[in-house]
Structure formats: C-alpha cells, structure tokens
C-alpha cells in the first residue's frame, strides 16, 4: 500500500496569512502515460464529509476560492491557503489514487491563531 | 443538483451485518462509478471499495475483502454497502463517494461528491 503522511498534524495561523500543508506518499504517484499526479486534498469541517479543493494535484475544484492552490510531483505535495479565512477552519486531507487501495494522509486540522 | 442521500445510523452487535444504502439524483446515475469511505473516531479516511460504472465490476480493498459487499440497483440509482462480520472497530460513519467522468470509469480518481455519511455503532 502507498502510505501516505501529512505534516504538520495541525497548525495556528493569523487571518490573513498563509498556511501550508505538507504531503509526501511513499511511492511516487505519477502516472507516465498522461503526465498526472494521482494526487487530490479536500477540507472537511466537524459533522460534514471531505469537500474536494483540489485534484491532479494543482487543478482546483470548480467553486474552490483561488487562496486554495496545490503543487507538487511525484512523491511530495503542497496544499497552500493564500490567505487564511475564518471560514477555512477545517481539517484538511490529502489522497492518493494512484493505485488500490486508495489511501490518505492522517489530515492536518487548521485553526486560528 | 447532484446529490447523494445516504440511510440512517445502525447499531448492530459483534457478528452481525450492516447494509448501507446511498440514493443519488441529480445526475446520469449508470454513468458514474461509486467509491465507499469510512472514518472511525479520530481515525484517518479508509477506502473501501468501487463499483465500476458500466459493467458493474467491483474492487475492494484487501482489509476488507471478504467482509464487504458493494452493489447497485440501478432502477432506484442506489448504491449499497454491506459489511459483514462486524466487530467492534468497524464502528465508523460511512460515506459513499462518486468519481467524476474525467476519470475513465476507473477506480483511480479522487472524489468530487460525498453521501452525508452513516454512523454504524457495533456494540454488544
């Protein structure tokens, strides 16, 4: 199975500043034939399911605001927020679906500092 | 609108058997294939398995092969899951999930609508 870490377990960041969250898979998730990174990251608040923000690793979800961005190749991924909003409170997951099983990263919770 | 509807929360005991059901509308529902999720408390998300869309072809993941069932009746556009044998840590909320098109219809793609989830309490 691919596992796959997440880093930091949570954080504490000022409105308006930037957060970023790490993700690193144990096998690369680039898939060769087309180029893609089998790599998505959703948000998920208390009492709701995952919410997608971003897939291929960098293409973000229609109605996703634009401080969501995500980077990376291979093995290591960034999901970044611009400028975090009181509303982005949230634990966030990262997803490989390069191969079966599908798996997750343990999720980085985000609050306010 | 899209939308996956999911049946309510289960209390089974240690060996028993649980048959989870998601409803969807909102979309060509023979076109699309079905992912299932779980989350135990303070867990991280767990992939189940997927049924594919055309023929109906289903993958489950190792864990839970053997114990997981995932069918569909496509005249309700239902998907279900039925896990069986269950025991204490399969106490969990329980999500389906679609796949977009974009993803060929195959069981490597990412999630771009989630059922509200279905909390199963195994307890004796």
């Known amino acids: 199975d691919i596992v796959v870490t997440q880093s930091p377990d949570s954080l504490a960041v000022s409105l308006g500043e930037r957060a970023t969250i790490n993700c690193k898979s144990s096998?690369?998730?680039?898939?060769?034939?087309?180029?893609?990174?089998?790599l998505a990251w959703y948000q998920q608040k208390p009492g709701q399911p995952p919410n997608l923000l971003i897939y291929?690793?960098?293409t973000r979800e229609s109605g996703v605001p634009d401080r969501f961005s995500g980077s990376g190749s291979e093995t290591d991924f960034t999901l970044t927020i611009s400028s975090l909003q009181a509303e982005d409170v949230a634990v966030y997951y990262c997803?490989?679906?390069?191969?079966?099983?599908?798996?997750f990263g343990g999720g980085t919770k985000v609050e306010i500092k | 609108q899209v939308q996956l509807v999911q049946s309510g929360a289960e209390v089974k005991k240690p060996g028993a058997s649980v048959k989870v059901s998601c409803k969807t509308s909102?979309?060509?529902?023979?076109?699309?294939?079905m992912h299932w999720v779980r989350q135990a408390p303070g867990q991280r998300l767990e992939w189940m398995g997927w049924?594919?869309?055309?023929?109906?072809?289903?993958r489950y993941s190792p864990k839970f092969q053997g114990r997981v069932t995932i069918t569909r009746d496509t005249s309700a556009s239902t998907d279900y899951m039925e896990l069986s044998s269950l025991r204490s840590e399969d106490t969990a909320v329980y999500y389906c999930?679609?796949?977009?098109?974009?993803?060929?219809?195959?069981?490597?793609?990412?999630?771009?609508?989630w059922g509200q989830g279905t909390l199963v309490t195994v307890s004796s």
């Open positions: 999930a679609r796949s977009p098109l974009s993803c060929d219809n195959t069981a490597y793609c990412h999630f771009d609508h």
């Open positions: 049924i594919n869309a055309g023929n109906e072809n289903t």
């Open positions: 997803h490989q679906y390069y191969t079966t099983p599908l798996t």
């Open positions: 909102g979309y060509t529902f023979t076109r699309y294939a």
């Open positions: 291929w690793a960098s």
């Open positions: 096998r690369s998730v680039l898939y060769s034939s087309d180029n893609k990174n089998y």
